[in-house]
């Protein structure tokens, strides 16, 4: 709904998947009174209004970054109170007057393609785009939109598949008060459901109160992050806002090592397991992934693999079920016991190694460098033979970890 200046209602919206119709409430002004229904193009601008009969009303076309191009339909009608249309370029309310695009936390001028006042986040050094506080989104209109005047969501027809995942956030608002402050449609409501409550719960245990979002009015990912002291990085590459850790290792930089099935809850995982047991300087990260390269062949085999020989485990004292699994293999029936008491997970005692591998494969390797003091070791200037020989227990490949080392130095800096 919304009032006039004699603060009466003079216009009531539907919505659906997204906004449908407007119809006019001046019982002054019958001619008003039937609704006009919303077309729209791959941003989601509106391109047409449409009357109940199918024909076209008003027209409205937009340049790259949003500027009304001549000859569009006026987006208010000489102010007179009659039906009228104030959304415009990506849906959001356009101001004729001051020809001005409101995107809640900041105004922008599609004249300029610059926003109005700068970004309260200074950007990310490995996005040099990103620093550019006043333009919009990194001057890429064409595949972006930002609907807050905060961040940056990608588009993919009308979807929005990445560039706004609040990947472990699932604690951070009411799902339903989300998608209606950023004006989702079903599909982007999907994604972004299934975002919140299906991923990490890192910081499950703090309490995100619903009453301090409400009161954000519309959502900033940024300030809230800010406000709460929760650490917010970008990965480029994967179009991805990570909140609630800093990101150590970018799917990027696992791809350039020739890691396999890199995916986005792989990367997660990894920084999430990095951040807990905090495995969090370079060199600790470089022995960790480079150790973890060799034990799995570079992420192929999450299991202890018996290459054909169906007789293998039954002559291994640790069997089938308690075989190796994980980034850092876990092994023996009292290891798989004690991790499952750690986790408060019985499954990971009853159901052995495959369970493990699917659910738990960095969780177990952080969980086994944490128990084995490998901090410490590489705080102490350990070589990657002195790193071997605590997570092999002997030498085995240590040439290629030596290989995988150097190699990891060269990528993660």
Same mark, same amino acid.
Request: proline residues 2%.
């Given at each position: ?10 216009? $009531? ?12 409430? &001046? ?21 047409? =209004? ?79 785009? %990103? ?9 890429? %209109? ?56 299906? /991923? ?9 109160? /619903?009453?301090?979002?409400? $009161? ?10 800010? &406000? ?37 809850? =792989? ?89 493990? $591998? ?15 003091? =490998? ?6 200037? $350990? ?22 080392? %150097? ?7």
């Amino acid at each position: 709904m919304t009032y006039n200046e004699e603060g009466k209602f003079d216009a $009531a919206y539907t919505y659906g998947l997204e906004r449908i119709e407007v119809e006019a409430l &001046d019982e002054t002004r019958p001619e008003s009174q039937d609704p006009l229904y919303y077309l729209y193009d791959g941003l989601g601008s509106v391109t047409f =209004m449409v009357k109940p009969d199918g024909n076209k009303r008003d027209h409205y076309r937009y340049d790259e970054f949003g500027k009304p191009a001549p000859g569009n339909s006026k987006l208010s009608e000489d102010g007179r109170n009659v039906l009228h249309n104030t959304f415009g370029y990506t849906g959001e309310i356009w101001d004729q007057e001051s020809e001005l695009l409101y995107l809640r936390a900041r105004y922008y001028e599609p004249e300029t393609g610059r926003f109005l006042s700068r970004d309260n986040y200074w950007g990310n050094l490995q996005n040099p785009l %990103s620093r550019h506080l006043y333009a919009y989104v990194e001057n890429n %209109s064409v595949n972006y939109v930002d609907p807050t005047g905060n961040t940056r969501l990608f588009i993919n027809g009308r979807e929005i598949t990445s560039g706004f995942s609040v990947l472990g956030g699932h604690s951070i608002a009411d799902p339903q008060l989300l998608a209606s402050n950023f004006n989702l449609n079903a599909v982007q409501q999907r994604d972004i459901f299934g975002l919140l409550t299906n /991923k990490w719960d890192i910081y499950r245990n703090v309490q995100y109160k /619903k009453e301090y979002v409400s $009161a954000l009015g519309q959502i900033s990912i940024r300030q809230f992050a800010n &406000d709460w002291g929760i650490s917010l990085s970008y990965s480029k590459f994967e179009n991805i806002i990570y909140l609630g850790t800093q990101l150590h290792v970018t799917a990027e930089q696992l791809k350039q090592l020739g890691w396999h099935n890199v995916n986005e809850d =792989m990367v997660w995982d990894l920084n999430k397991t990095l951040e807990k047991y905090d495995i969090t300087t370079t060199d600790r990260i470089r022995h960790f992934i480079s150790q973890c390269m060799q034990e799995t062949n570079n992420g192929l085999w999450l299991t202890e693999e018996d290459f054909g020989d169906e007789t293998y485990f039954d002559r291994q004292p640790y069997g089938r079920k308690y075989r190796g699994a994980g980034y850092i293999h876990l092994t023996w029936e009292y290891n798989y016991e004690a991790f499952a008491n750690y986790m408060q997970d019985q499954r990971i005692l009853t159901e052995g190694a495959d369970y493990v $591998a699917q659910n738990y494969a960095w969780e177990v390797a952080g969980y086994w460098w944490k128990n084995n003091n =490998m901090n410490a070791l590489i705080d102490s200037g $350990a070589s990657v033979r002195q790193v071997t020989k605590k997570v092999n227990g002997g030498y085995g490949g240590i040439e290629n970890r030596e290989y995988y080392y %150097s190699l990891c130095c060269d990528i993660i800096g």
